[in-house]
Structures are given as structure tokens and as C-alpha cells.
């Protein structure tokens, strides 16, 4: 129980700590002379945050105890965490961006199929009532989605031997991802989308474009790779992104809106 609690402590610290970062970067943006990189106008209310942390903490009990399991089964044989420092780092550079690879694919697949008519209410419906995100959305899922997205560890370890070294970047990783995907605010040059590189990278506007409505666009979480093949990236998603980073002022609010 003990080395479950301090799993626990560890990851709540670790989510506060870049929400509230990516939360502060946000916030001097929108006051700032890059106002307009703000993609939509409205904001979260104060109802919003406090169910984003509150669901986000009940979920990090679920992806907790996946570390844990991990932990536990690695002590007992039937996980594979290498924890002796036995790779190089080419070696783990391979595996981390393997296992950055198959993440997206598994969270495109389980993402795409949380929205099928059936499923959303049941698994999605949750993250998707920040409808203005904040960081702090990063982990506000049901917990039936949270369970789905935290059987990917177990899942993996159990087929791949991964160093304790990858396992921490790519912890810090995701959550650096997640969070700057939930601010509202574009901090990518104009030319990421034209960027042969980048542009199989998401951004926080391919993301925020999913937010805004667009259930049945933008699945990916890392890459690009499985939304344009399947044809579920938004059409006018490079349009979009374009427009919001050369922009000088943001998009006034309408009427009716939070701002």
C-alpha cells in the first residue's frame, strides 16, 4: 500500500506541477502581445476547473495502480522493467520512440472508438465537457476511459522489455504533450504545418479542433500519422492553424459567449 501511495503522490505532483505550468504559459500569452495565438474565444469557469482536477485525481488513482501493477508484476516475473541499467542509449532511444509509436496507435484506435454513438456516454463523455480545456483537463476522463488508457502499460511491459530510463522520459513526455494540447493557445511557428518534420507531429490546434465539436475528426495523440491515412484529420485543420499563428489580436467572442 505504501509503495502504491507514493506512485500515487508522485504523479499527482508531477500533474500539477506542468499543469499549472502550461496553465501560467496560457495565461501570459492570452495578455500578452501573442494574444492572438488564443484559438477561440471563451474561457473555462471556475466549475470547469474544479471538475477537471477532481476527475483528473480519480483517474490518476487508476493510472497509479497500472504503474504499480507494472511494478509488482516486474518483482514477479511477468513484466519486463529493466531497472539495472542495462541498455545503451541508442538502445533506448529505439525502444522510446517504439513505444512512443504503438501509444499513438493504441490511443487513436481506443479515442476513435470512444466515440461511437454507444460508447461516448459511457467512456468519453466526461473529457469532452471541457469544451474550453485547461491543462488541468489532462486527466479528467471517466474512469472507464481512464482504465482503457492505463491498460496500455501493463499491456506493454508484458511483451516489451523497456529501461526504467525510457519509462520516466516518456512519462514526462506525454504529460509535457498532453497538457500544452489542453491550453487553448498555439505556440508552434506559422510553418509547422509545412514543415515536412513537424507536421507529422499534432499541435494544441489540431487537438482544440476536436474540442470544439469536431467529435468525428482529430483522433491522434502524438502524430499525425493515423488521421490523414483514415481520412479523420479535420479538412481545414493546416487552414486553421495557419490562420490562428498569424494572427495579431484573437477572434473577438460572440454574444452568448464566455469570455
Known amino acids: 500500500m505504501e509503495e502504491f501511495l507514493l506512485i500515487f503522490e508522485g504523479r499527482t505532483v508531477l500533474y500539477f506541477v506542468f499543469a499549472g505550468a502550461a496553465w501560467l504559459l496560457a495565461l501570459a500569452i492570452r495578455r500578452s502581445r501573442m494574444e492572438g495565438r488564443v484559438i477561440r474565444p471563451g474561457i473555462a469557469r471556475g466549475e470547469d476547473y474544479k471538475r477537471e482536477i477532481v476527475q483528473s485525481l480519480l483517474c490518476l488513482v487508476i493510472f497509479s495502480l497500472s504503474a504499480f501493477i507494472v511494478i509488482k508484476g516486474t ?5 519486463h522493467l529493466d531497472t539495472k541499467g542495462s541498455y545503451g542509449v541508442i538502445e ?8 512512443l ?15 461511437r ?6 467512456f468519453h463523455k466526461t473529457h469532452h465537457k471541457s469544451v474550453h480545456p485547461t491543462p488541468f483537463a ?3 476522463f471517466d474512469l472507464s476511459e481512464a482504465v482503457v488508457n492505463s491498460a496500455f502499460f501493463p499491456l506493454w511491459f508484458a511483451l516489451v522489455t523497456t529501461p526504467a530510463v525510457v519509462v520516466q522520459v516518456f512519462v514526462l513526455f506525454a504529460l509535457v504533450r498532453n497538457v500544452l494540447g489542453h491550453t487553448g493557445v498555439e505556440i508552434l511557428p506559422r510553418w509547422t504545418v509545412d514543415n515536412i518534420i513537424l507536421d ?5 490546434t489540431h487537438h482544440d479542433l476536436h474540442h470544439s465539436g469536431h467529435f468525428r475528426h482529430n483522433y491522434g495523440l502524438y502524430f499525425t500519422w493515423w488521421d490523414r491515412p483514415m481520412k ?25 459567449t464566455t469570455a
Do not use: N
Open 117 to 122: 454513438p454507444g460508447v461516448f456516454r459511457h
Open 200 to 204: 507529422q507531429f499534432t499541435t494544441t
Open 101 to 115: 509509436v504503438v501509444h499513438d496507435t493504441y490511443f487513436y484506435w481506443t479515442h476513435r472508438w470512444f466515440h
Open 92 to 99: 533506448c532511444v529505439v525502444i522510446f520512440s517504439l513505444m
Open 75 to 79: 518483482s514477479g516475473g511477468w513484466m
Open 138 to 140: 489532462s486527466y479528467s
Open 232 to 256: 479523420t484529420e479535420h479538412p481545414k485543420y493546416k487552414q486553421v492553424f495557419r490562420e490562428v499563428t498569424s494572427r495579431e489580436h484573437p477572434v473577438p467572442a460572440q454574444r452568448g
